[in-house]
């Protein structure tokens, strides 16, 4: 049996860090067929993930007490040259975009171009976007589309609500005109049908922004597209929430404004589904009223988990579990069962088949 001399010769090394890779992790570098990289949570945040192709880890700095060496071979010694006294643990975490400096484009060009040219800082293209945000390829391409996220000229943008409805309007319009199968449509086909037959749209709408809006509502992210009605129904549905942001309406009143907002065209040869329950996590009822609702921007509240909670008490006294798990589920982190989770800043309280949160 072959025998080594050993010797240590221990400096500080910042320089290398240990990360305990998990079976999962293992597997992905084995099979070298996902590209991994570690990236800042912001711009201003020493917070480190790790991402693959498709799953965002956070890495969090772990300390112990057992030794542990970092060794290499010379002239057949093992030499310690570092040691270290923490680890970097991964904890599967969901990936987030930094789009606080990517522009909304309402639709109009020429105010887009003048725009881009007083503020540099906005040019970013989608790929650098990706590199800037501590989120996966695979997660990326599902939130951006949940962002209305879409490009034009290689400059990455935020579709403005208003401007992806219209296009949606148009685009269910020259479906049906054209009579184009929902279910195999064809994005190359239908942007031709717009440059011929409606000439003054072709500026606004190029066919980054078309993908865009095709991929929003279809069932599935590649060409040809299959329509997705109820992502339709939803949509028209938010937006015609927003509008009740100040002023309460009852349900039933609201639920034939969403129909009707909905296009006739549509509506006439399809069975769209108009169902409240889509709308949750848009939406709280007014304190004392079961039949009454107001529009609620989630992006609108506090980000610390006090705060947030606190905020949606004020909004409402007394709340369905299922019409609160919405606002809240992005702070359970640690993916606790949701009403251990709420448990920790409110009251939870079973009343027949209903689960009641109030405040302490």
């Not at 503020?119 to 800037?132: F, G, R, T």
């Not at 949940?146 to 579709?159: C, F, K, T, Y």
Request: glycine share 4%.
């Amino acid at each position: 049996m072959k025998t080594m001399e050993t010797y240590s010769y221990l400096v500080p090394d910042a320089s290398y860090k240990l990360i305990e890779l998990s079976p999962e992790l293992l597997e992905v570098i084995k099979l070298q067929k996902s590209g991994i990289s570690i990236k800042a949570s912001s711009h201003d945040s020493l917070d480190l993930v790790l991402t693959t192709d498709t799953k965002t880890f956070q890495l969090r700095e772990k300390k112990h007490s057992n030794t542990q060496l970092l060794i290499k071979e010379k002239n057949e010694k093992i030499i310690g040259f570092s040691s270290f006294g923490s680890a970097l643990e991964l904890n599967k975490t969901i990936g987030r975009i930094n789009y606080s400096n990517v522009p909304i484009y309402n639709g109009n060009l020429s105010k887009f171009k003048e725009r881009l040219l007083k503020n540099q800082s906005i040019s970013i293209s989608v790929d650098e976007l990706i590199l800037q945000s501590p989120i996966s390829r695979g997660e990326f391409d599902n939130h951006w589309i949940e962002l209305n996220g879409s490009e034009i000229e290689n400059i990455a943008v935020i579709l403005s609500s208003n401007f992806i409805t219209e296009i949606l309007t148009l685009l269910i319009n020259i479906i049906i005109a054209n009579d184009l199968n929902f279910n195999n449509l064809n994005l190359y086909k239908i942007f031709q049908i717009i440059e011929i037959e409606i000439e003054n749209e072709i500026e606004n709408i190029t066919i980054d922004i078309l993908e865009t809006v095709l991929k929003k509502f279809s069932k599935n992210l590649q060409n040809p597209f299959k329509i997705d009605f109820l992502k339709i129904s939803k949509w028209y549905g938010i937006e015609m929430l927003k509008l009740y942001s100040t002023n309460s309406i009852e349900i039933d009143e609201f639920c034939l404004n969403w129909k009707s907002s909905i296009p006739s065209s549509l509506t006439s040869i399809e069975s769209i589904s108009i169902d409240l329950n889509m709308l949750k996590g848009y939406y709280y009822k007014i304190t004392g009223s079961t039949n009454k609702i107001k529009y609620l921007n989630k992006h609108s509240l506090p980000m610390d988990n006090t705060s947030r909670f606190k905020a949606l008490f004020q909004l409402n006294k007394y709340w369905d579990l299922d019409e609160f798990e919405p606002f809240i589920i992005d702070l359970n982190e640690k993916n606790l069962k949701i009403t251990s989770f709420i448990m920790k800043y409110a009251r939870v309280q079973k009343q027949g088949n209903k689960t009641i949160i109030s405040s302490r």
